[in-house]
DNA sequence: TATCAGTATTTTGTCAACAATTTAAAAATT
DNA sequence: AATTTTTAAATTGTTGACAAAATACTGATA
């Protein structure tokens, strides 16, 4: 018999605990470098330290924290670290806009056109955290028309840390101004489906954002004596 | 006091058993697509459920298993899973090729040089096993040396399900002829310190596998009704 | 005051028990 | 014989307890 009023049952603990916790570290709820126990996790969440010991495992495997001998920490990333995670972001997601192109569904793309629209309305109002919103919007949603699912685990797993560095160390990563011309570039290519020429806006919008943190980086090496 | 005579610590069972059901699952000792308990599991390794789990769970983000409602099943990779790889793969091997040429120490050079005269030995010898291990081995040290977290990260989960696929669904994929020529070329440019050459030699290798794998699945096409 | 030894506390590692579901098997009814 | 109902078994979800290790604390000694 197939199930007509389906009953939602409540995800596993452990589930539960992961999104939590991951929504907390992206919110930047904790300081980096903190240091977090499981005991302390388990009386915020109200569970057991079981679901919260796999919970962690798995951030830490994601690199949202980091153990150090038995302890465990907020990720405090340095200048390296964002460096690395975009010079991963520069080659894969340009193949994700490139497979989009040749897949997305009608439905999509109009989808992709919304967010566009809706962008441009929140740019006009200067309304910050949208701006903020639909740029996430707009590149996860290249990303999950791409098709393919080694691609999607990592760039969930890039977006995470991402988001983390944006409220952290980029937080004061003003964003570009050519930001919006550059989405709509892309999407135009992937309304044509013309592969190639999504990778190669994919491409340079990305490289635009990693020569602004070049700049930014620039203006802080002082601190890097260490 | 600086510890001496250092005493070894026994891993934790979870980080154990995660290690030794890895090994499990790239040694193929497991079936695609078999059944595994977390009782089963924890018998095997003479250990209880927790650690088990933790392990499990690592696992099933890696993707090597696959949950279905509350069931744990080892991953049953289609042609299409391949290529998903092998397209990331394409992308981000290169990326580490090039970094590595930048910053590779000279002790690499030689111990690079030195997997690819044992490379060699074992072709002209015909050790099949060797070769298979000379090639992982000259891989892992590409990326290891690239110095970029986030791309090695990403790499050993790649690495991982590769080998898991070379036994299974690669497993009549027999090696070209002339992949030897190319691990000199990309050698030769590393060692050179000639980043962008190192890059291109790299993408050219690994789009020979791909167009190779295009050849082998186009026979298996037929099996492709479903 | 600084350093060390010893003690107490915290935290992680591991397990075993129980509850809740799901799956499999057996029995019964049409 | 086929389908449902009931019962039993297996498996996961979750917790609390205890051991072991690491950390913090205290007081004594030089």
Redesign the interface.
Known sequence: MKPISPIIKPEPL?VQAYKYIQNYLLDNEFSPGERLTELGLAAMLGVSR?PV??AV??LI?D?LLVQKGVHIYVFDPTFD?VI??Y??KE??EP?AAKLSAQHMSQASHDTLLDIINRTKQALEQDEKRNIVNFNTEFHDLIIQSSG????I??MN??HA?NLYMRNNILSNYDRRDHFFEEHVRITDAIINGDGEQAELEMKMHIQNDINMLGTIFKSNQKDDSK
């Open positions: 452990h079981g010991r796999e495992r798995l495997h690199g670290d690395d995670v010079l991963c080659r894969l193949l393919n699912k080694q691609l685990q990592f797993l890039i840390k």
